[in-house]
T-cell receptor, first 106, second 117 residues
């Protein structure tokens, strides 16, 4: 069993829909990271959180330390949000989920 | 502020040659991390370095791979006697402070894509 599990693996939605990507982890963490990888391969760090909730524009990330679970939400989704979203958890060395391939159709 | 700079962006090597990948962290960042992404697979942690020190190399293969982050200059990931299975994208990230600080937001480089013929 992977130490960081993401769901769904693939998600296709219509523009404007509310998107939720889930991440469960079993490793000990000092922080959990949400990353976005574009089709060209570049990686952008979206959030780093160790408790509670963070919001940046249309993106919201939450974490429940007791349940070892985090969610990434995208409100009013747009085709430019199409990317792979990766959850990573750990301390010195992060363990990565396999990613969620998100496609937002116009 | 140029961000995290990795070079070369693409590197082709024949089996048995050496590959050297460089990573210049963001200005002011002294923590560097290397990750590998094999084709069709997820990212895997390789090594975490702070200036002149290897902090955690638990993800590094035991043989042929080494990393350094000297006092001056970029961090270097070195792969000796490359094999086809080393073909992957190698990403570097840097942070201002270390894990556990609550402030180690990672900034990633664009990656170096190694192809071994």
């Amino acid at each position: 069993k992977n130490e960081v599990e993401q769901s769904p693996q693939n998600l296709t939605a219509q523009e404007g829909e509310f998107i939720t990507i889930n991440c469960s982890y079993s490793v000990g963490i000092s922080a959990l990271h949400w990353l976005q990888q574009h089709p060209g391969g570049g990686i952008v760090s979206l959030f780093m959180l160790s408790s509670g909730k963070k919001k940046h524009g249309r993106l919201i990330a939450t974490i429940n330390i007791q349940e070892k679970h985090s969610s990434l939400h995208i409100t009013a989704s747009h085709p430019r949000d199409s990317a792979v979203y990766i959850c990573a958890a750990g301390a010195d060395g992060l363990t990565f989920g396999k990613g969620t391939h998100l496609i937002i159709q116009p | 502020n140029a961000g995290v700079m990795q070079n070369p962006r693409h590197l082709v090597r024949r089996r048995g040659q050496e590959a050297r990948l460089r990573c210049s962290p963001m200005k002011g960042h002294s923590h560097v991390y290397w990750y590998r992404q094999l084709p069709e697979e997820g990212l895997k942690f390789m090594v975490y370095l702070q200036k002149e020190n290897i902090i955690d190399e638990s993800g590094m293969p035991k043989e042929r791979f080494s990393a350094e982050f000297p006092k001056e200059g970029p961090s270097i990931l070195r792969i000796q006697q490359v094999v086809r299975g080393d073909s992957a994208a190698y990403f570097c990230a840097s942070s201002l402070s270390g894990p556990g600080s609550g402030a180690n937001v990672l900034t990633f480089g664009a990656g170096s894509r190694l192809t071994v013929l």
